[in-house]
């Protein structure tokens, strides 16, 4: 979005000087018209009525001309405040602009970039819309409210906007990648297929393109489509390691288990702070049965990401499989202080607790469990701690 939001607000000062300009001059031709028209048909007669309104011309004339000069210097100031970074600054001068030229769409597209640069993307968003309702044919318009509108949770809003912008642009790369993104989001994944391979027909070298649509197909369980895709995106960048991660999936799950734990391998060494290819490289260890080389590589995750919950609920269920109930506690005390309002992370606990016979203090977990089961409409939940509490009873 910033490269083309930042285009939109660099075409700003130019656009909003030409069209002011623009306007200043019809006012100008159009008074002097009048004022022709109205000597032709009076004559000598109408003189003092004429003067009259040569005065009035004059004073619209010198009010536009002082309007015209009042906004070129808050534009010429907005774009200062822009480039120095100051954009709180830079949005009150825009604001200002636009009292000035309420029909200028460029200020509220420059208005609709700053409102988002400080994440606020509701504003941004009104702003957008203001700019779009001036200028309906500016795809850069349509593709800065998809991305206000996605940072808002607005999915479909963001999907027509981005949409919008390809029947006005039909090469935009980035509107075709906006939208596939989105439509993920709603998990219409063939609709985000198609809107990937649309950019991979564009770009068909484009490794991340191709590694967009690998992940695509592997959300659809095509996992050999996948591989092909996500292969094609591991030679054009061999060290981009999401790359390794998708294709070392896909691999695992069209059934080769060497190549994909390879591909996850190599992730892991080209990122080595990215927990989550450590937790994939967990879980296939553990779809073969291999608990401690999970283990290990769960708390690789962990180190990765000691704050993210995932690792450690990991952690404390693989313990748990091994009946290491006093580690298990360890992980899952972790995990409910990173997630205070998990009902699942005080069961387990709980059910650790239970394991080493501290059963008041396995009782206060299941009951706290209870309580976040039942606040969030969970009745699965809610039977399976009753149950517990029954049997520890």
């Known amino acids: 979005m910033n490269k083309q939001a930042v285009k939109a607000v660099k075409k700003t000062v130019g656009g909003a000087v030409c069209k ?39 004073q619209e004339v010198l009010l536009a001309q002082n309007n015209n000069r009042q906004l070129n210097d808050l534009l010429r100031q907005g774009r ?36 988002a640069r400080q994440n606020n993307y509701q504003e941004a968003a009104t702003a957008y819309q203001q700019a779009i309702a001036l200028d309906n044919d500016n795809a850069d318009f349509y593709y800065a409210l998809g991305y206000s509108l996605a940072n808002l949770g607005d999915y479909s809003g963001a999907a027509e906007a981005y949409r919008q912008t390809t029947q006005l642009e039909r090469n935009n790369v980035d509107a075709y990648l906006g939208l596939g993104v989105v439509l993920v989001r709603q998990e219409d994944y063939e609709g985000a297929l198609q809107a990937y391979q649309q950019v991979a027909a564009l770009n ?7 590694e967009s649509v690998g992940s ?29 991660l998708n294709l070392g999936v896909a691999l695992v799950n069209s059934g080769d288990f060497t190549n994909g734990l390879a591909a996850l391998e190599r992730a892991s060494e080209l990122e080595p702070r990215n927990a989550q290819i450590h937790l994939q490289i967990g879980d296939i260890f553990r ?20 704050n993210s919950p995932e690792p450690h609920a990991l952690i404390g269920s693989v313990l748990l499989e091994k009946g290491d109930y006093l580690r298990a506690i360890v992980a899952y005390r972790r995990l409910v202080e990173l ?10 606990l709980g059910v650790a607790l239970q394991g080493r016979d501290r059963t ?34």
Not at 343 to 348: D, W
Not at 364 to 381: C, I, K, P, S, V
Request: hydrophobic share 40%; net charge negative.
């Open 216 to 244: 695509v197909l592997i959300q659809q369980e095509r996992y050999s489509e996948a591989v092909e895709a996500l292969q094609r995106a591991s030679q054009i960048n061999p060290r981009r390691g999401t790359i390794q």
């Open 287 to 306: 779809a073969q049965g291999d608990l401690d080389q999970a283990l290990a590589s769960y708390q690789r995750g962990v180190s990765a990401e000691p």
């Open 80 to 115: 200062q405040q822009v480039d120095a970074g100051d954009y709180a600054a830079a949005l009150a001068t825009y604001q200002q602009a636009a009292s000035l030229d309420p029909e200028n769409a460029r200020i509220f597209s420059g208005i609709g970039y700053l409102q």
């Open 339 to 348: 997630s205070p309002q998990n009902p699942e992370a005080f069961y387990e």
């Open 204 to 210: 068909p070298n484009n490794a991340a393109v191709l």
């Open 20 to 58: 002011a300009i623009s306007r200043q001059r019809s006012t100008v031709g159009m008074t002097l018209a009048v004022g022709v028209a109205m000597s032709g048909m009076l004559g000598a007669i109408a003189q003092p009525a004429q003067a009259q309104v040569q005065g009035q011309r004059t």
């Open 360 to 393: 008041d203090e396995a009782i206060a977990n299941f009951e706290q469990a209870l309580t976040l089961y039942q606040q969030q409409n969970n009745a699965e939940g809610v039977a399976k701690v009753e149950e517990a509490l029954e049997e520890i009873r």
